[in-house]
Antibody, heavy 118, light 106 residues
Framework: KQLVQSGPEVQGPGASVRVSCRASGFTIDYSAVHWVRQARGQRLEWIGWIVVGSGYTKFAQKFQDRFIFSVDRSAGTAYMELNNLRSDDTAVYYC????????????WGQGTTVIVSS | DIQMTQSPSSLSAFVGDRVTITCRASESISNYLSWYQQKPGEAPKLLIYSASSLQSGVPSRFSGSGSGTVFTLAISNLHPEDSATYFCQQSYNTRSFGQGTKVEIK
């Protein structure tokens, strides 16, 4: 069981980026997919989640305005879009599946590095 | 938002030692607490969920305890491969992580 994320991105300030997260070896249909980011040397920051079965999304308060989550169940793939990029968005972005009710994020993607630089 | 605070920020111990890491929540989170291990350049790995339940495949030298606002991760018989950063995470109200505890082997 694994989540496979798309490759690294380098974008300028104000641009948008889309990161994909494809399930392999299991179905994400009954999962919540979380998105977490980590700037170099910093703590993990929870961005939000999408409940795959319903499409319900929830964001941490500081991330409510520029992030969009979506899912293509037929492709077993979740997506995170971040708009109006800023330099402080430079980080590794992880997707992680939680397959039970508050049972922890038990399957993680390998991470996608997003660099925002002019 | 619920704030999670870990202590210590780092520790150093010998192979075979028992180490403990504490995580405090800014309000009661019942037992909605998970622990993760992260090695440099890798994604986090789930160790413990529901405060004390061991994730499948995780060695039994890892254990978790606590409820309410104070939680503990213990590693008994420390192995060299346990050198990593450990994070706690609450799932009582959305999600949030502690700042991490770096465990080094002397």
């Amino acid at each position: 069981k694994q989540l496979v994320q798309s490759g690294p991105e380098v974008q300028g300030p104000g641009a948008s980026v889309r990161v994909s997260c494809r399930a392999s070896g299991f179905t994400i249909d009954y999962s919540a997919v979380h998105w977490v980011r980590q700037a170099r040397g910093q703590r993990l920051e929870w961005i939000g989640w999408i409940v795959v079965g319903s499409g319900y999304t929830k964001f941490a308060q500081k991330f409510q305005d520029r992030f969009i989550f979506s899912v293509d169940r037929s492709a077993g793939t979740a997506y995170m879009e971040l708009n109006n990029l800023r330099s402080d968005d430079t980080a590794v972005y992880y997707c992680a599946a939680e397959r039970g009710d508050s049972t922890g994020m038990d399957v993680w993607g390998q991470g996608t590095t997003v660099i925002v630089s002019s | 938002d619920i704030q999670m605070t870990q202590s210590p920020s780092s520790l150093s111990a010998f192979v075979g030692d028992r180490v403990t890491i504490t995580c405090r929540a800014s309000e009661s989170i019942s037992n909605y607490l998970s622990w993760y291990q992260q090695k440099p350049g890798e994604a986090p790995k789930l160790l413990i969920y529901s405060a004390s339940s061991l994730q499948s495949g995780v060695p039994s030298r890892f254990s978790g305890s606590g409820s309410g606002t104070v939680f503990t991760l213990a590693i008994s018989n420390l192995h060299p491969e346990d050198s990593a950063t450990y994070f706690c995470q609450q799932s009582y109200n959305t999600r949030s992580f502690g700042q991490g505890t770096k465990v080094e082997i002397k």
